[in-house]
């Protein structure tokens, strides 16, 4: 425990539970209050930062991919991307989350001005409002009207079931075209997600099926899981479900496959089966010093968590392609003679920075562009040291606003908003500064030139 949080328990000891109850809801009206200015102050923000052009206004992100929508419905003003991400980096919020919020307070501020006008009195919580915008944002401003006018006569008190029904309501009455796309809409978000392992090698999987193909795969895994129970295994029948969906996976695998060369004419059969990729450091010891009783601990590349030797051991007693890969030497510097950065130097600057070198992005490094810290024009090397990860979003903000960046040492960053607001990114993430006012003095080490 910090003083400070030592501090702040100190002032409530001896206190009676009601005293403290008082205590709770004095904190609550404080905090509600906070975030009623928060709202106004963002509100405030977007009108100073209004632009014409849609290219250069913030859109919404759906995965990994721009939606090309703006932040908040028609009919609400555009606001600049490239100043967008300043004011998210100051509220120490991810890229994407702080693109929504402020989208959400956009929407209401422009687009339901009953709701706002409740939540800046205090009737209605800045969490419910929000929750509202989510639902009106694709609407046309009729449809966001009827929306506003029956939630603020409601003041606060409407259950999400009626929620949606309001806003179903609302589109058949004042957008019947855009029921019927929002139908087809749905249809194409169905998606199946496999997670990453956790520190016991289990992993979450979760989707969004079409209904008459949830049931066929909740028939097969269920017939399947009753037929383990009947064969002897006694786990409990979640377990058995979880194993009979692997099995179902396995039998996939197992199927000769057939392809055929266009050009020659030759089919080749081959058989898939489950593939494994352990990544280890190559040292001075061999594989299987690796894997013996001093060393318990692996690491799935996929996954990027340690695991358990046991379980890597049971992973590869089921596979039938296995690949052995060493991990490149994270400090080595290998430049090349060209402007194009070659793969392995993208593998090794994947492995030593992971994500989006941004303050606060989490973009996988495998997911982003590979940025020239000085420029290659300008006699920047194509080298480790002169490449670092940024996403394309976050890539396009440095090289086209005033976002910058110079390197503290490998693997920390400073960076530089165009409004003077500085945030070091490293191993443990972002940390916003005090601003000095001005870049360190690079006349000592030419390395703190800032990118350019």
């Known amino acids: 425990m910090d003083l400070g949080s030592s501090t702040a328990m100190e002032e409530f000891d001896g206190q009676s539970v009601g005293d403290l109850l008082a205590a709770v809801a004095d904190e609550t009206r404080l905090r509600q209050a906070s975030q009623t200015r928060e709202w106004a102050a963002i509100v405030a923000w977007a009108d100073q930062n209004v632009v014409d052009a849609p290219e250069h206004a913030a859109t919404l992100r759906d995965s990994f991919v721009d939606t090309g929508v703006p932040i908040a419905g028609p009919g609400a003003p555009l606001v600049s991307e490239f100043n967008l991400m300043e004011l998210i980096a100051v509220?120490?919020?991810?890229?994407?989350?702080?693109?929504?919020?402020?989208?959400?307070i956009v929407e209401c501020a422009w687009r339901l001005p009953l709701l706002y006008g409740q939540v800046m009195a205090g009737k209605v919580a800045t969490w419910r409002a929000e929750r509202v915008a989510d639902l009106t944002r694709s609407l046309n401003a009729d449809a966001a009207g009827f929306v506003d006018r029956q939630v603020a006569?409601?003041?606060?008190?409407?259950?999400?079931?009626?929620?949606d029904r309001i806003v179903a309501t609302a589109i058949l009455r004042h957008d019947p075209e855009?029921?019927?796309?929002?139908?087809?809409e749905a249809a194409d978000h169905r998606h199946f997600d496999v997670g990453e392992a956790n520190e016991n090698g289990l992993t979450v999987i979760g989707g969004l099926l079409d209904a008459a193909d949830a049931a066929d795969l909740d028939d097969a895994v269920g017939r399947r899981a009753t037929l383990l129970g009947k064969f002897g295994s006694e786990e409990s029948l979640d377990v058995r479900r979880s194993i009979a969906v692997g099995e179902l996976a396995r039998n996939d695998l197992e199927l000769d496959l057939l392809t055929t060369d266009e050009e020659t004419g030759e089919v080749t059969v081959r058989s898939a089966g489950r593939k494994a990729e352990i990544a280890v450091h190559i040292t001075d010891t061999m594989l299987t010093e690796v894997m013996d009783a001093e060393n318990p601990v692996g690491r799935w590349h996929d996954g990027r968590r340690p695991v358990l030797k046991e379980q890597v051991r049971e992973w590869l007693r089921t596979a039938t392609s296995i690949t052995v890969q060493p991990v490149i030497d994270l400090a080595d510097c290998d430049p090349v003679d060209r402007y194009e950065i070659p793969a392995r130097h993208r593998k090794q600057v994947e492995l030593r920075d992971t994500t989006c070198r941004f303050p606060g992005c989490s973009r996988r490094a495998e997911r982003c562009d590979l940025d020239h810290r000085t420029p290659h024009a300008d006699g920047g090397p194509t080298c480790p040291c002169n490449e670092f990860p940024c996403c394309r979003r976050h890539h396009r903000a440095k090289t086209h606003s005033g976002w910058r960046y110079f390197v503290l040492m490998?693997?920390?960053?400073?960076?530089?908003s165009p409004?003077?607001?500085?945030f070091h990114v490293?191993?443990?993430g972002t940390q916003a500064l005090d601003p000095p006012g001005h870049w360190p003095d690079a006349a000592a080490d030419p390395s703190l030139v800032p990118a350019a």
């Open 91 to 104: 509220l120490g919020r991810s890229p994407d989350g702080g693109r929504a919020y402020v989208g959400r």
């Open 178 to 184: 855009a029921a019927e796309a929002r139908r087809k």
């Open 153 to 163: 006569a409601r003041v606060g008190r409407v259950g999400w079931a009626e929620m």
């Open 426 to 428: 490293g191993p443990n």
């Open 410 to 416: 490998p693997g920390h960053l400073l960076w530089r």
């Open 419 to 422: 409004h003077g607001w500085f």
